[in-house]
């Protein structure tokens, strides 16, 4: 059997492995709804979604809350969220975001009979993905952002959770991540602004916080 590492809060560094996509698939058909699966270029990680510890969680629950008040105010565009689901191009890529935004036509929708993961041969890549680095902020700005980039996914967010910062990066046309300081999904939204709000969630919660963002769109 596939050995496999779990990462959990005594970890300060997620570990990827060697992997064919056959383990994978054999990983992912037993796994249970609690692992979060990624694989790229013969490397395979599994984080345990059991193991989110208290800041993450919070700070996950405050981005999906800061994306949903965001576009409750542009209610002109149609959007889909879609946080931890499986994300697959058969042969090639899989990984399971923090934080998936769809926006527009083309939202992946389930159908009975059909796998519970986003097959990206079928249905067209998101338009922003983002994960939470509480204890992995260097593979999420490593083998995460080339994981990414190789999806072709044009906007991809880190939010350092101990260190207070949001970095929000775009893909260039070399297929290459650029760092930038507005977001081009939520439009006008900057990465200052997104940092304002994880201090006033260091002060109060992520319901005040994110509530003090909406003040702060809707003043805009």
Not at 20 to 41: C, I, K, N, P, T
Not at 191 to 198: A, C, D, H, R
């Amino acid at each position: 059997m596939m050995p496999v590492v779990l990462v959990s809060p005594q970890m300060t560094l997620p570990q990827w492995q060697a992997a064919s996509w056959e383990d994978y698939v054999r990983l992912r058909d037993g796994a249970d709804d609690r692992q979060r699966l990624f694989f790229h270029q013969n490397g395979l990680l599994v984080k345990d979604m059991g193991w989110e510890g208290i800041s993450h969680s919070q700070v996950k629950d405050l981005f999906i809350l800061l994306m949903g008040l965001w576009f409750i105010a542009h209610p002109e565009q149609e959007v889909q969220s879609m946080s931890g689901c499986l994300i697959e191009r058969s042969g090639s890529q899989a990984a399971a975001p923090d934080l998936m935004l769809y926006v527009g036509e083309g939202c992946p929708q389930w159908e009975a009979g059909e796998p519970r993961r986003v097959d990206l041969d079928k249905w067209r890549v998101p338009d922003l993905v983002g994960e939470i680095a509480d204890t992995t902020l260097a593979t999420d700005l490593d083998e995460m952002k080339q994981l990414y980039a190789a999806l072709g996914i044009g906007e991809y967010w880190v939010i350092d959770v101990q260190g207070r910062r949001v970095m929000i990066f775009g893909l260039g046309e070399s297929g290459k991540y650029q760092q930038c300081a507005v977001s081009r999904v939520l439009v006008g939204v900057t990465t200052g602004l997104l940092e304002e709000t994880l201090g006033q969630f260091v002060q109060g919660t992520n319901i005040s916080a994110a509530n003090w963002f909406m003040q702060q769109v809707k003043a805009g």
